[in-house]
């Protein structure tokens, strides 16, 4: 039986005197009051009570262990309270993780921002060494983790903060050498940039897009900044993130390619534990999230 169930039933007796008082105030029966008294003196191995017809004493160790019991209950219902509290408060520490890409770019700024705007909320914020596994992180003590790939995973929850719009692009000095693209099928035929995680390039929306498979790979690096640097030298065609690659396409050192195709913008997931629950920490900083990325959108590019 409950160890905790039969202190409480305890505790009660030895406050108010009697089992038929303590089952009135618990909301129970005299004798499963009892019951429970005999199988905790059974289970610490001492009487704990003497009994009479007319009323319930305690025993030099029954007082012992009464005060015992009564302070441990305090503390489980004071720690529940502040654990609850803290729920509910938009305090303490947040574990988040994401991909190396992402963290160093948008995501990077957005959630500096968070930090200075909730300095109550201490923020850990890795980047990179994520699991295949979508829920992996819960297990590596991660509260939230960042995607840009949809998720059918009902170990855990997700929340769109963004798109993050992307640019096909390519400094005027290589296309001054090797011409520009007129179809996408032409990237056969051009030196690539390409992410270690992205080999595999969108071109166009909706049912006109198609899947190119880069073979003519110039540079491969797993961090966009630095394919971002080789096309600005002009190595060769970059799939990049518009935001970083802003001010390259507006100064022209980058130009945009097949404009009118464009490319499909990532969706930006935020995915975190599973229940209906949501501690107040983690709902203040996704939609805190969701609110700087629409307050700072990305300006268009005019090609």
Partial sequence: MDRLLLMHSFVTVAQVGSFSGAAKKLGSSGSLVSRHVAELERQVGVRLVNRTARSVSLTEPGRRYAEFAARILDEIEAEDAGIAQLHDRAEGTLSVICPKWIGSLDLGDAIAAFSAAHPKIQIRFELGGMSDRTYDFLDSGFDIAFHTRDLRDSSVRLKKISSLPFVLCASEEYIEQHGSLTHPNDLAAHDCLVHLNDPVWRIGHGHASTLHKIRNIAFSS??????????????????????????????????????????????????????????????????????????????GIRP
């Fill in 222 to 299: 797993n961090s966009y900044i630095a394919l971002q640097k080789a096309a600005v030298h002009g190595r060769g065609i970059a799939l990049l993130p518009q935001r970083p690659a802003y001010d390259d396409l507006v100064s022209g050192a980058l130009q945009v390619l097949l404009p009118e195709l464009a490319v499909p913008d990532r969706p930006l997931y935020a995915i975190y534990g599973p229940g209906r629950d949501t501690p107040r920490k983690v709902s203040v900083f996704l939609d805190f999230l969701a609110g700087w990325f629409a307050r700072n959108p990305i300006p």
